[in-house]
T-cell receptor, first 113, second 114 residues
Framework: AQTVTQSQPEMSVQEAETVTLSCTYDTSESDYYLFWYKQPPSRQMILVIRQEAYKQQNATENRFSVNFQKAAKSFSLKISDSQLGDAAMYFC??????????FGTGTRLKVLA | DTGVSQDPRHKITKRGQNVTFRCDPISEHNRLYWYRQTLGQGPEFLTYFQNEAQLEKSRLLSDRFSAERPKGSFSTLEIQRTEQGDSAMYLCATQGNVALETQYFGPGTRLLVL
């Protein structure tokens, strides 16, 4: 079975500091994609960053970067210079050839002023 | 705003009633997905369409659930004889022909069954 595990139900970070959200997954597939989505309260889920499993280089999008460890099946998200607008639920997800997503249970990120 | 819209945003109904939700995708996107999200959980896959063809249905989708995508444009999700366990957020997501792996989500329809 393909699963995604987010072991941190909630995280807090001081504004301007750095925080890392963890995600592990399990699959027997060799080709897949990994994602972090952000879901602000009562707002749409939006893509933060994505990673192709065949790429060794970690993806980066401005203040967001990932640490992708394929052998360990780990895909953590690092948010640098945290801002109040980063407060949201963050979901880790992956998909294979059918492109349907399997999501983790999410991590609620609080940003403290 | 991702460009995917859903209607209604909220629905309260009594147990046993039928409800229908609508999703309008980004116009050039040919794949459309429905997910269900309960409190404290991540979204769970229900079904997906490529154009008008429904290609896969999850075991979560009981006989009381039906989805359609006539003409490969908007999609509807109907729940017949609603039960309290159907209370959830129903999310629609769409994919285009480029960067097939990236899905764009709508704001969801929050259903409460009393």
């Amino acid at each position: 079975a393909q699963t995604v595990t987010q072991s941190q139900p909630e995280m807090s970070v001081q504004e301007a500091e750095t925080v890392t959200l963890s995600c592990t997954y399990d699959t027997s597939e060799s080709d897949y994609y990994l994602f972090w989505y952000k879901q602000p309260p009562s707002r749409q889920m939006i893509l933060v960053i994505r990673q192709e499993a065949y790429k060794q280089q970690n993806a980066t999008e401005n203040r967001f970067s990932v640490n992708f460890q394929k052998a360990a099946k780990s895909f953590s998200l690092k948010i640098s210079d945290s801002q109040l607008g980063d407060a949201a639920m963050y979901f880790c997800a992956f998909c294979t050839g059918t492109y349907k997503y399997i999501f983790g249970t999410g991590t609620r990120l609080k940003v403290l002023a | 705003d991702t460009g995917v819209s859903q209607d209604p945003r909220h629905k309260i109904t009594k147990r046993g009633q039928n409800v229908t939700f609508r999703c309008d995708p980004i116009s050039e996107h040919n794949r459309l997905y429905w997910y269900r999200q309960t409190l404290g959980q991540g979204p769970e896959f229900l079904t997906y369409f490529q154009n008008e063809a429904q290609l896969e249905k999850s075991r979560l989708l009981s006989d009381r659930f039906s989805a359609e995508r006539p003409k490969g444009s908007f999609s509807t999700l109907e729940i017949q004889r609603t039960e309290q366990g159907d209370s959830a957020m129903y999310l629609c997501a769409t994919q285009g022909n480029v960067a097939l792996e990236t899905q764009y989500f709508g704001p969801g329809t929050r259903l409460l069954v009393l």
